[in-house]
Structure formats: structure tokens, C-alpha cells
């Protein structure tokens, strides 16, 4: 994408549907904060970092190592990241950063298996519109992203979320 924002939505969306239950508040919102931290990569444009480099934006913060790499260090320091369900959707939350970014239509593909190749990626099919860097949200440019990234990522997000709540009601009413 995106917005930084719609990148948090997915995880809390999909903590949502599985319910407190399995997904604590806690491991729900470090799995948004891990959703939106490959884009810390816009800090390298200020150090002179190359947008095409393995370490521009897009690059090695976006790939499945990176996720792994996060996720495995968060729960060295955090004992509830280490239940599998929780490492898990720790895992998944980083990783769906650079997978949404794939599904954009601009901007340089995802470096999704760095460091094994430094391919940028993009998915066959990439119906976001890609945000603007340094983005000026009340352009036009701006409003056409959003209404994009609700469209494939809110909406979506609330029908997983509201389906899984809904769901976990109709086994949890007795009767
Ligand atoms: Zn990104």
C-alpha cells in the first residue's frame, strides 16, 4: 500500500475474528505495530539510501526473512509472543506488510525473498493504488487511495473481522 494505517488493519482485523480468546489486545496490537514497522525503510531516503538498494524502501524490510527475523526477536524479549498461536500471527502480521505492497500499482516491487534474491515483487494482481511517498493525503491522488485501500483492505478486514465475532456468538449462545 499503502497507508500505514491500512497496514494495521489487517492484523487487528484477523485478532478480531479469532477473539480474545486466542489472540490477547496485546499480542493483537504488537501485530499491528508489526505490520507497519517495514516502513520505518523511508527513514534510509534521508541517509541517502537508494530506493532500488537492498535496504531502500521496499527492500530487505519487507521480505518474509525480515518478518521472521522480527518476530524472532520480539519474542526473545516477550514471553507471550512465544505461544506458537501468538509467534504465529506475530509472523503473519509482519509478513502481510510486504504482501499487501505487492498488491499496489506503482512504485518499485517487494524485495520478498531478500536475502536469497533481490527481486522486487509485485502480484499479478495489484488493485491499490499506491500511496504517494511523503504523501499528501488531501490530494486527488491521495482520495483515489483511499477509496482503493478501503475498498481491498478495510472492507475485507470488517467482513473477516465481523464474520469471526459473529461466528464465535452463534457457538457461544446456548442453544
Ligand atoms: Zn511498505
Do not use: C
Request: proline residues 5%; aromatic residues 12%; hydrophobic residues 55%.
Amino acid at each position: 500500500m499503502s497507508t500505514i494505517m491500512s497496514h494495521a488493519v489487517v492484523p487487528l482485523a484477523a485478532a478480531v475474528a479469532m477473539g480474545p480468546g486466542r489472540i490477547s489486545p496485546k499480542v493483537a496490537i504488537a501485530g499491528a505495530a508489526l505490520a507497519m514497522l517495514p516502513d520505518g525503510d523511508v527513514l534510509g531516503f534521508r541517509f541517502g539510501i537508494d530506493y532500488a538498494a537492498d535496504w531502500g524502501h521496499r527492500g530487505a524490510t519487507h521480505s518474509l526473512v525480515f518478518a521472521g527475523l522480527v518476530t524472532a526477536a520480539l519474542a526473545l524479549v516477550w514471553r507471550e509472543a512465544r505461544s506458537t498461536l501468538a509467534a504465529l500471527f506475530l509472523y503473519l502480521s509482519a509478513a502481510s506488510h510486504g504482501l499487501f505492497d505487492m498488491l499496489t500499482d506503482g512504485g518499485l516491487g517487494v524485495a520478498l525473498y531478500w536475502p536469497f534474491e533481490t527481486t522486487r515483487h509485485f502480484a499479478v494482481f495489484t488493485p491499490i493504488r499506491v500511496s504517494p511517498i511523503g504523501a499528501n493525503f488531501f490530494s486527488a491522488r491521495g482520495w483515489e487511495t483511499m477509496l482503493s485501500e478501503l475498498r481491498w483492505v478495510w472492507l475485507p478486514a470488517l467482513v473477516i473481522a465481523q464474520a469471526g465475532w459473529f461466528a464465535r456468538r452463534i457457538r457461544q449462545s446456548p442453544g
